[in-house]
């Protein structure tokens, strides 16, 4: 007796040191009961596999272990020591970027094949090859055949079916270089535009991952820049395979529309046979429920009260949102469902779906079916979705389902929890008929109008999976309550929605728990004027497929605005990204204009390179930018400054407000070895953009196109000055600019940095000069100038050398503070200088009334590759003024170094680019004056963190001569306000 008493004490003792060992921070707490039981009992789930891993590979983890050869793995050094390159000779960002690609092509392929299986059964409907599957939505379909663009002239819906369908299908099959036919459609012109001239225009989805797979093949492509524009364009074919799912499911299930439902783990029922759903796919799950409910007697008949169908994942999602049916787990909480011993058949189609399901089911009654021949486990039931026999799959799913009923035991291990309430169904159709409410002629124009007035700040798509290495289980939930008390309206897809539909974030009645008083007023405004009870303040939009629906409403807000997509307020988040697919996602996401939160960052870091051109040239290039950052709170500040910022870019908010928001990164110190790094990876990004670009233009225009910049007789001035030879045609640039990357040395010292900053002055001007090839005016419109004609150079005449202008100042970056960027433009004014600004600067120069133009001495050049323009004004006031002929590299050294008296006051927060040309701006023999934490470089580098004492220190370092004195005038004077009136109530002493 003692001894068993010893025993069960014992028992007890280990199990609460079981408890205790367990480390589970599910915010649910039905999920946290579940995981925590299940471990005690000794039943192994996601939670112990990922303790059984232990420290992952620091190397893998950083993207810099290679295994796409049979020399490998290779790893590279991430200290900066040996080996710093593959066996091969690949270096970091060689391995990083092609790592990136191959999960771009993996989640392409996914998405694609997803719509490709949905346009084959399309297509089937419209030739009377299935009588299972028909036309719901003719409405959706009649909308896309006009979008298409195909004519209607009499035709039936199913006629229009096949036309619609055989246009999807092409779409992965075109042999021509015409553009894919539903991104061209769903688009707006710009970004069209943008992607055709940078070589990333897709025109056939297979064929855009199988050029991925092989420009990422040993011996193929080494250079990251057209690695990473690769990607784009199999991303950009993930977000066409995508449309089609998304557009093609409507016509064949029909477009969601506003429906209550429940989520989280209590929607099981144990009166019934409880059977789950669960991948991506809903041509067998829409089936299963319509079948569920006619063989209702079925179930009866072994002692059920019907069949409960529930949702895991995007196929619960389609259901959800179409069907009402309640949606019980994301991706990490699968087993949970399937473990919970009320559980009698999970269906599975492809995609998300856990392998460990097999070993669960061993552990009890529940029947494990699949579906698609590409998505097997081991131990399951195959019945094969055939279109032309689905409803009789759906039957024998049924069935079994019944089957495994009959063996369920008493026990469960599922919590008491009460299911929260969902509202589903927003598409952009139940977006617009909600708003038509209380804008019938102009749907969209009142959200753009509310976005206008600031009642709505921005929009907000959580677009992303569940995955276990998140900083916190609640991350997602975290960024949303930050987001939405600042007025942010949220929408969400896929594991995302999920999440929110457990949490009670979509259930109406909750709405002002979370809501800032301006998102609280307009969705009140917008549920009264509908006829509802209330709208919640996160919108479920569907599943991963439906990420589109997003891009398709912000399609029309920013054709309704008159700008493109990268001008408007909206974001979009992924907390927990996990699937290759949500990488194709973000990259395409990025590259239509949005920028895009990842919270979950793996094999990136291990090249500062590629981490550049995500963060910040894919802003400069496309307006979209990743945002990587784990901390939740950290996260929604950043969110938060990238909406405002925008707004403040569109004259929406006002600029201290954004200011406020604004948000710097952090400011870490700047060693002389990592500016040296900063510059030659700067160059091998520009240079090698240049080359994506020119290779491009000469594919459409050929090698005799004239390229020149407008009203000069210098050609591309830096090219034919610096390199002595006549540019004029596009087929002279492939060689110059060859001969420019062939001088970039990845060695961290001075001299390496400043070779590599005339190889960045080469692209780009020739990045510029591409420009004037696709219109004659490419910054009409903006508040830049470009190219500043040789005409403003003869009416400055030799005063902008001899000293009469005792300097030229280059304002790079954004300041912190721009009343005191104002008065150092004003004390520049005053001393007479020349004034070149670009970034943020224009703008905070606009903000604070302060003139800007080409009869100003204030030139407004523009961003990123546009900085060229103020330097080779100078390189052309050599030329004309110094005698210096061109290719006389030693005398235009010499001359530039004395005059014009160039310099760079270069403030905020330096990217890779920007020291790029910097250093473009040394080799040509000016210094650079900066506010941020950098190491010196005597006289060519030089740090002043006091905005008040910059333009002095610029001007000793420089060795400008001033002439003109100070004088207490209540206005700016100098050369720059020559012939301006002076305002009556400034005409004082």
């Not at 991350?475 to 930050?482: C, F, G, K, T, W």
């Not at 998102?519 to 004027?529: D, H, R, T, V, Y």
Request: glycine share 8%; aromatic share 8%; net charge neutral.
């Amino acid at each position: 007796m003692e001894s068993d008493v010893a025993v069960k004490a014992t028992k007890r003792a280990d199990q609460k040191d079981k408890e205790k060992e367990f480390a589970c921070d599910c915010w649910d707490d039905s999920c946290h009961r579940m995981f925590s039981d299940l471990h005690v009992e000794g039943i192994p789930t996601v939670m112990e596999r990922v303790e059984a891993q232990g420290a992952q590979c620091r190397f893998g983890q950083l993207g810099l272990c290679c295994r796409i050869c049979l020399q490998g793995p290779c790893r590279i050094n991430p200290m900066g020591k040996e080996p710093t390159s593959g066996i091969c000779g690949a270096k970091d960002y060689t391995i990083v970027a092609r790592f990136i690609d191959r999960m771009i092509a993996g989640g392409t392929a996914s998405h694609s094949g997803h719509g490709k299986e949905i346009a084959h059964v399309l297509n089937m409907v419209s030739k009377g090859e299935t009588k299972d599957y028909g036309i719901t939505d003719a409405v959706k379909l009649k909308e896309i055949a006009k979008r298409q663009g195909i004519a209607f002239d009499g035709k039936s819906v199913v006629e229009l079916a096949g036309e619609v369908s055989r246009m999807a299908l092409e779409d992965y099959s075109r042999y021509t270089s015409e553009p894919l036919a539903f991104l061209k459609s769903t688009v707006t012109r710009g970004r069209m535009q943008r992607w055709d001239t940078h070589s990333v225009m897709p025109s056939n989805i297979d064929a855009a991952i199988s050029e991925l797979i092989h420009r990422t093949a040993m011996g193929v492509d080494a250079d990251p820049v057209p690695i990473l524009f690769g990607g784009i364009k199999s991303a950009l074919s993930d977000y066409t395979g995508a449309q089609i799912s998304s557009d093609l499911s409507d016509v064949l299930f029909g477009t969601p529309k506003i429906v209550m439902s429940k989520a989280n783990l209590g929607v099981l029922d144990e009166r019934y046979v409880n059977v789950a759903v669960h991948g991506h796919n809903p041509l067998l799950s829409d089936i299963i429920v319509d079948m569920a409910r006619e063989m209702k007697a079925e179930a009866q008949k072994v002692g059920a009260e019907g069949f409960n169908i529930v949702g895991v994942c995007c196929t619960g999602n389609e259901i959800l949102m179409r069907k009402g049916i309640p949606i019980a787990a994301n991706v990490l909480s699968q087993e949970l469902v399937l473990l919970s011993g009320l559980l009698d058949a999970m269906v599975v189609d492809y995609q998300c779906f856990m392998p460990s399901l097999s070993a669960a089911c061993g552990l009890s009654h529940t029947k494990l079916i699949s579906t698609e021949s590409i998505a097997r486990l081991v131990g399951d039931t195959h019945i094969e979705l055939s279109p032309d026999r689905a409803k009789t799959s759906a039957k024998e799913v049924l069935l079994l389902s019944l089957e495994a009923y009959k063996k369920r035991g008493k026990k469960s291990r599922l919590p008491t929890v009460k299911p929260s309430t969902v509202m589903a169904g927003f598409s952009v159709e139940q977006i617009k008929q909600l708003m038509s409410k209380m804008n019938p002629g102009d749907p969209i124009q009142y959200l753009v109008d509310n976005i206008k007035t600031g009642r709505v700040r921005g929009l907000a798509l959580f677009a992303g999976c569940k995955n276990i290495k998140a900083e916190k289980d609640e991350d997602v939930l975290v960024i949303a309550r930050e987001l939405a008390k600042r007025d942010i309206l949220l929408m969400a897809t896929g594991c995302n929605a999920v999440e929110f539909a457990k949490a009670g974030y979509m259930d109406p009645a909750r709405m002002k728990e979370f809501a800032g008083e301006g998102l609280q007023s307009f969705l009140g405004e917008l549920a009264e004027a509908s006829g509802l009870e209330g709208l919640p303040f996160v919108w479920h939009m569907g599943s991963c497929v439906d990420n589109v629906r997003f891009s398709n409403l912000a399609t029309e807000v920013a054709n309704h605005a008159g700008v493109d997509i990268e001008k408007i307020p909206f974001v979009v988040i992924a907390p927990e990204a996990m699937h290759e697919k949500a990488v194709s996602i973000g990259t395409w996401a990025a590259t239509m204009g949005f920028p895009v939160h990842v919270g979950t960052i793996n094999y990136l870091y291990g090249s500062t390179l590629v981490t550049e051109v995500l963060e910040n040239t894919a802003r400069d290039v496309y307006g979209g930018y990743f945002i990587f950052e784990k901390d939740a709170l950290e996260a929604a500040k950043r969110l938060y400054s990238a909406i405002e910022y925008r707004r403040w870019k569109l004259d929406l908010t006002d600029p201290e407000v954004e200011r406020a928001s604004y948000y710097p990164g952090k400011q870490e110190h700047v060693p002389k070895e990592k500016l040296f790094k900063m510059a030659i990876e700067g160059s091998i990004i520009a240079t090698g953009y240049a080359d994506v670009l020119l290779n491009r233009a000469l594919q459409k225009y050929g090698p005799d196109q004239k390229i020149e910049f407008p009203e000069t007789g210098y050609q591309l001035p830096s090219l034919f000055a610096w390199l002595g030879k006549d540019c004029t045609r596009l087929g002279d640039l492939p060689k110059l600019l060859g001969e420019a990357r062939g001088k970039i040395v990845e060695q961290l010292t001075l001299e390496a940095a400043i070779a590599s900053g005339e190889a960045t002055m080469i692209a780009a001007e020739i990045v510029e000069a591409l420009k004037y090839i696709e219109t004659p005016t490419p910054y009409q419109g903006s508040l830049y100038c470009g190219f500043v004609p040789d005409r403003i150079l003869r009416q400055l005449g030799i005063a902008f050398v001899d000293d009469t202008i005792p300097g030229a100042a280059v304002f790079v970056g954004r300041a912190s503070d721009p009343r005191k960027l104002g008065a150092m433009i004003r004390d520049c004014q005053n001393k007479g200088m020349l004034i070149v600004a670009t970034y943020d600067i224009i703008k905070q120069l606009k903000d604070e009334k302060i003139g800007m133009g080409l009869d100003r001495m204030l030139y407004p050049v523009g961003e990123f590759t546009q900085i060229i323009h103020g330097l080779n004004f100078a390189i052309r006031a050599a030329l004309s003024f110094g005698g210096i002929q061109k290719g006389d590299r030693e005398g235009l050294h010499k001359y530039l170094s004395k005059r014009p008296k160039v310099f760079v006051l270069q403030l905020g927060k330096l990217d890779h680019i920007k020291v790029a040309a910097e250093f473009a701006v040394m080799f040509n023999g000016s210094p650079t004056i900066t506010d941020q934490d950098v190491e010196p470089i005597p006289d060519k580098y030089v740090v002043q963190k006091n905005l008040d004492e910059m333009i002095s220190t610029a001007i000793e370092v420089r060795g400008c001569r001033i002439k003109l004195g100070a004088i207490a005038l209540p206005v700016p004077y100098g050369p720059a306000f020559e012939g301006e009136s002076i305002r009556r109530p400034d005409m004082y002493i």
